[in-house]
C-alpha cells in the first residue's frame, strides 16, 4: 500500500502570509496527486488535481507542485476564509489520503 | 451543475449491513466514475471504493472482503453495501464523482455526506 504523509500536521499562520504544505509518498506516484480543502462540517473541495492543475473556480492565489514522492500545496497571501484542514490524496495504486494539515 | 446527495439508515445494528444510495442529478451517472469516501468523527479521509458506469468496481484492500459498490444507471444513482459492522465504521459517508482518465483520477464533485453512527 502506498503511504501518504503530511507535514506538518497543523500550522499557524495569519492573513496575508504565504505557506506550504508537503506531501510525502512512500513510493513514485508520478503526477497521481490531488489537493483537497476541507471546511468544519462541509464536505471536502477540490483544490488542485494531477499535482499542479488548478480546478476551475479555485483563487489563482492556491497552486501545487511536485512530481513522485515530493509535492507541496502553496497558498499566496493567506485569506480568511482559508483556515481549513488540507489533504492530499494519491491515485496512483488505488486512493490514499495524506492525513491532513489544519491551518489555524 | 452536477449534484450527489447520499441517502440511507443513520444508525446500523453492529454485525449488520450499511446500505447508502447516492442520487446524482444535473449530469448522468453513465460516464465517469463514482466513489464513496468515508470520515470517523474527528479523523481523516479514508477511500472505500469506486464504480465506473460500466459496471468495473475497486476496493479499499483493508475493506475489500466487507464492501460492494453498484451503480443503478436508469435511476442515475450508485450504491454502498458494508457488512458485519462494527463501532469502527461509523462515519460521514461522502459519495463523490471521480474524473480523469486511469490512475489520472480526482474527485471533483461531493455530496454533503451523511452520518452513519454504529450503536445496539
Known amino acids: 500500500d502506498i503511504q501518504m504523509t503530511q507535514s506538518p500536521s497543523s500550522l499557524s499562520a495569519s492573513v496575508g502570509d504565504r505557506l506550504t504544505i508537503t506531501c510525502r509518498a512512500s513510493q513514485n506516484i508520478?503526477?497521481?496527486l490531488n489537493w483537497y480543502q476541507q471546511k468544519?462540517?462541509?464536505?471536502?473541495?477540490l483544490l488542485i488535481y494531477?499535482?499542479?492543475?488548478?480546478?476551475?473556480?479555485?483563487?489563482s492565489r492556491f497552486s501545487g507542485s511536485g512530481s513522485g514522492t515530493d509535492f507541496t500545496l502553496s497558498i499566496r497571501s493567506l485569506q480568511p476564509e482559508d483556515f481549513a484542514t488540507y489533504y492530499c490524496q494519491q491515485t496512483y495504486s488505488?486512493?490514499?489520503f495524506g492525513q491532513g494539515t489544519k491551518l489555524e | 451543475q452536477v449534484q450527489l446527495q447520499e441517502s440511507g439508515p443513520g444508525l446500523v445494528r453492529p454485525s449488520e449491513t450499511l446500505s447508502l444510495t447516492c442520487t446524482v442529478s444535473g449530469g448522468s451517472i453513465s460516464t465517469y466514475y463514482w466513489n464513496w469516501i468515508r470520515q470517523p468523527p474527528g479523523?481523516?479521509?479514508e477511500w472505500v471504493g469506486y464504480i465506473r458506469y460500466s459496471g468495473s468496481t475497486k476496493y479499499n484492500p483493508s475493506l475489500?472482503?466487507?464492501?460492494?459498490?453498484?451503480v443503478d444507471t436508469s435511476k442515475n444513482e450508485f450504491s454502498l453495501k458494508l457488512t458485519s459492522v462494527t463501532a469502527a465504521d461509523t462515519a460521514v459517508y461522502y459519495c463523490a464523482r471521480g474524473n480523469g482518465l486511469g490512475a489520472m483520477a480526482w474527485d471533483d464533485h461531493w455530496g454533503q455526506g451523511t452520518l452513519v453512527t454504529v450503536a445496539s
Open chain 1, 94 to 96: 488505488f486512493h490514499t
Open chain 2, 64 to 70: 475489500k472482503s466487507r464492501v460492494t459498490i453498484s
Open chain 1, 40 to 45: 468544519s462540517g462541509k464536505a471536502p473541495k
Open chain 1, 30 to 32: 508520478g503526477s497521481y
Open chain 1, 50 to 59: 494531477s499535482a499542479s492543475s488548478l480546478q476551475s473556480g479555485v483563487p
Open chain 2, 43 to 45: 479523523k481523516g479521509l
